[in-house]
T-cell receptor
Framework: GDSVTQMEGPVTLSEEAFLTINCTYTATGYPSLFWYVQYPGEGLQLLLKATKADDKGSNKGFEATYRKETTSFHLEKGSVQVSDSAVYFCALSPNQAGTALIFGKGTTLSVSS | KAGVTQTPRYLIKTRGQQVTLSCSPISGHRSVSWYQQTPGQGLQFLFEYFSETQRNKGNFPGRFSGRQFSNSRSEMNVSTLELGDSALYLC???????????????FGQGTRLTVV
């Protein structure tokens, strides 16, 4: 079945460092891909998305490109801030009615000043 | 525009009891999905309702059930609680289900259930 694998955390960085969180997926068909972020004590918020191959999603300085050839959707940010500390989830949608979002296990990011 | 509202935010229950959690989706959203989040298993899909019909169900025992009302509000029920049911239960609403076509799922803050 469809699945998402993302790098294990925690990831600990200093402010202004470069961030990469790896995400790969397995899916039949043509899924949509998402990154969600969860701040402490909160639900998940959509960070960015891409719906077809070579699409680049971007938001708040974060970017991810849908790579069908490598089945990847890695999250990157050029300069992280303390306020980026959160748990990041990669997810896919099989794009079929009645199907659920499939999430990776989540990666905890901790940024120190 | 009001977000997804889950009540209560926190619950403490005893093993063997049952519990009902509530979710009010964003106005106009007909799809409501429920997820269980635990440190060990991450986010696991429970079930999804669309226009009062359950359209998909995850791999959970029959103790977990849900329903959706005509106003799209949804409830989930867990009977005969076990210690392992302690988790954050998240509800997500969307216009159509499952993120199809890149549609966004909006999550509530969750209900933290502790079973003692």
């Amino acid at each position: 079945g469809d699945s998402v694998t993302q790098m294990e955390g925690p990831v600990t960085l200093s402010e202004e460092a470069f961030l990469t969180i790896n995400c790969t997926y397995t899916a039949t068909g043509y899924p949509s891909l998402f990154w969600y972020v969860q701040y402490p004590g909160e639900g998940l918020q959509l960070l960015l998305k891409a719906t077809k191959a070579d699409d680049k999603g971007s938001n708040k300085g974060f970017e991810a490109t849908y790579r069908k050839e490598t089945t990847s959707f890695h999250l990157e940010k050029g300069s992280v801030q303390v306020s980026d500390s959160a748990v990041y989830f990669c997810a896919l949608s099989p794009n079929q009615a009645g199907t659920a979002l499939i999430f990776g296990k989540g990666t905890t990011l901790s940024v120190s000043s | 525009k009001a977000g997804v509202t889950q009540t209560p935010r926190y619950l403490i229950k005893t093993r063997g009891q049952q519990v009902t959690l509530s979710c009010s989706p964003i106005s106009g959203h007909r799809s409501v999905s429920w997820y269980q989040q635990t440190p060990g298993q991450g986010l696991q899909f429970l079930f999804e309702y669309f226009s009062e019909t359950q359209r998909n169900k995850g791999n959970f025992p029959g103790r977990f059930s849900g329903r959706q009302f005509s106003n799209s509000r949804s409830e989930m029920n867990v009977s005969t609680l076990e210690l392992g049911d302690s988790a954050l239960y998240l509800c997500a609403s969307s216009i159509i289900s499952g993120g199809a076509g890149g549609t966004e799922a909006f999550f509530g803050q969750g209900t933290r259930l502790t079973v003692v």
